[in-house]
């Protein structure tokens, strides 16, 4: 039985937290606070359902390893993810599209680890990048780059 997919709108984002789900060209794993931002890809708003699954997959698992927040201090509470082995992107205020790693993992999981509906959701949300570079610029088209 298909589960029924709830789209998400670009309206629900204005003005709120928003994390979404992406895959680097190496199939690790990147969790990202758009933080109002409406400019994220298309395919993280394709499916509140999947989104949700991911978000609670990545929140059961065990935490394997130590806070790794590059700038310490204030991004140390955003290292659960991180703690888990996902990559964790916080939008730099004001900059829509344009992400600041906050944490990073030493040992990432990837799409393989997940269950396969999950795997298959960020077949959609795979970036041409590689996770860990300190910035990153994505564009709702899915569109991505290192750097400024």
């Known amino acids: ?3 029924p997919h709830t789209v998400i709108t670009r309206e ?3 003005g709120v937290e928003f994390d979404w789900f992406a895959a680097d060209a190496h199939g690790h794993v990147a969790q990202f606070m758009a933080a109002g931002d ?3 890809p298309d395919a993280a708003l394709a499916s509140e359902e999947l989104l949700e699954a991911l978000h609670v ?3 059961t698992r065990p935490e394997t390893e130590p806070p790794n927040a ?3 201090g204030f991004d140390e509470h955003l290292t659960p993810p991180q703690r888990r082995g996902a990559y964790v992107y916080d939008r730099v205020p004001e900059q829509s599209g344009l992400y600041c790693l ?3 993992p030493r040992t990432p999981f990837t799409v393989n680890d997940l269950p396969a509906h999950l795997h298959s959701y960020l077949e959609g ?3 041409d990048v590689t996770f860990g570079e300190a910035r990153l610029r994505v564009a709702a088209d899915g569109t991505a780059q290192s750097g400024k």
């Open 57 to 59: 997959w990545i929140d």
């Open 70 to 72: 590059p700038a310490g």
């Open 1 to 3: 039985m298909e589960v």
């Open 12 to 14: 629900e984002l204005r």
């Open 102 to 104: 906050v944490a990073a």
């Open 38 to 40: 409406v400019a994220v």
């Open 125 to 127: 949300l795979t970036l």
